[in-house]
């Protein structure tokens, strides 16, 4: 048998309006299961078999959901902050749910591929270092690296949180402005892990935009700030060893 959940709850989970607004809605008539108008929060509904209408919108159930967004710059990797626009914020109404966070940081100033879910078991098996699941990002240095501080680069580089573990490194055909752009794949996601690289072999970030998260590109047809629900089989490619 399935999990049986309180309505107020339930909608609250589903749509990201808080538990109070919830109640007060339910009350004023705005919720029905089945098919029967209900004023009562305190009701059990199977999510799986029952049909919870709300505001007009059949809640269609799903445990979890899996957003990939092209973070802009100027946005910040978390759930909320007092001062600055988060990548949650920029999740439209219509994929909110109470509890999304990014799964894994982005700085402020980068651009690119963030995961974001409500989903925490998920989050940590894709964050754990344990795992080695890569993320690729397209790097604009200042300057070019020599070919030894690439093979460093690739080895590991001495930082101050220890060596870093092996990571890919390949020079694209692409300038910015003048500027090398450089492939850059890692296995592991310390703080301002790429900058702090390439800075202690004398070179400094211009640009960094990640294009994928694990066997999964970045859809290139969403523009910066834009963002869309994953399916199944795309959650899947994240794990898969390319
Ligand atoms: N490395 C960085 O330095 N910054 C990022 O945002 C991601 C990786």
């Known amino acids: 048998m399935n999990e049986k959940i309180r309505l107020d709850?339930?909608?609250?989970?589903?749509t990201g309006v808080s538990r109070s607004e919830?109640?007060?809605l339910i009350k004023k008539g705005f919720a029905a299961v089945n098919g029967t108008a209900v004023k009562n929060a305190e009701i059990s509904v199977d999510p799986e078999s029952d049909t919870v209408v709300f505001c007009g919108d059949t809640l269609s159930y799903k445990k979890y959901i899996y957003i990939m967004m092209?973070?802009?710059a100027d946005v910040v990797s978390a759930s909320r902050s007092p001062e600055e626009r988060t990548v949650?914020?920029?999740v439209p109404d219509s994929m909110k749910r109470r509890g999304l966070f990014p799964a894994g940081r982005l700085d402020k100033d980068s651009t690119g591929?963030?995961?974001i879910t409500d989903d925490g078991e998920f989050a940590h098996s894709v964050?754990?270092?344990s795992r080695h699941v890569p993320k690729t990002y397209l790097v604009t240095a200042e300057t070019e690296l020599s070919p030894e501080n690439e093979k460093k680069f690739m080895s590991g580089v001495e930082l101050s949180d220890g060596v870093t573990k092996p990571a890919k490194i390949t020079k694209t055909e692409k300038y910015i402005d003048g500027h090398p752009v450089y492939e850059v794949v890692l296995f592991e996601g310390r703080y301002h892990q790429?900058?702090?690289m390439f800075s202690s072999l004398g070179s400094c970030v211009l640009g960094l935009h990640r294009i994928s998260f694990g066997g999964l590109k970045l859809?290139?047809?969403l523009l910066p700030g834009e963002c869309r629900e994953l399916g199944s089989e795309e959650v899947a490619e994240i794990t898969k060893n390319r």
């Open 22 to 24: 919830t109640k007060k």
């Open 194 to 196: 790429i900058k702090r």
């Open 88 to 90: 949650v914020d920029l």
């Open 219 to 221: 859809d290139e047809s």
């Open 127 to 129: 964050l754990s270092p």
């Open 9 to 14: 709850k339930f909608i609250s989970n589903q």
């Open 113 to 115: 591929f963030v995961l």
């Open 70 to 72: 092209n973070k802009p």
